[in-house]
């Protein structure tokens, strides 16, 4: 397993930008997948985005695309997320999270490792 740890969460306004960071520990980063999930207050865990072992495959969910981008640098051990024209409704913890797949998968059971999360909160 890797250990992952968030940052880069904080306050911004809408419309505004943030850009989370996971560095992950290990040196088997390259073979997983990567995504971020994120929990909103009183909501299921939601799937956010997720990119393949080389970063030529992503996914995500239809309330961001076009104002997220996933991405990963495998030489940095790194995966990044991009959030743009960021609304309120995407006021939440944001998980990083590590699977063991080649596929960016939606599943949150795919995925074996965990961060602690970083608050994100988008004012009006």
């Known amino acids: 397993q890797v250990q992952l740890v968030e940052s880069g969460g904080g306050l911004v306004q809408a419309g505004g930008s943030l850009r989370l960071s996971c560095a992950a520990s290990?040196?088997?980063?390259?073979?997983?997948?990567l995504g971020w999930f994120r929990r909103a207050p009183g909501k299921e865990r939601e799937f956010v985005a997720a990119i393949n072992w080389s970063g030529t495959n992503t996914n995500y969910v239809d309330s961001v695309k076009g104002r997220f981008t996933i991405s990963r640098d495998n030489a940095k051990n790194t995966v990044y997320l991009q959030m743009n024209s960021q609304r309120p409704d995407d006021t939440a913890v944001y998980y990083c999270?590590?699977?063991?797949?080649?596929?960016?998968?939606?599943?949150?059971?795919?995925?074996?490792?965990w961060g602690q999360g970083t608050q994100v909160t988008v004012s009006t």
């Open positions: 290990g040196r088997t980063f390259s073979t997983y997948t």
């Open positions: 999270a590590a699977a063991l797949y080649n596929i960016p998968t939606t599943v949150a059971s795919a995925y074996s490792s």
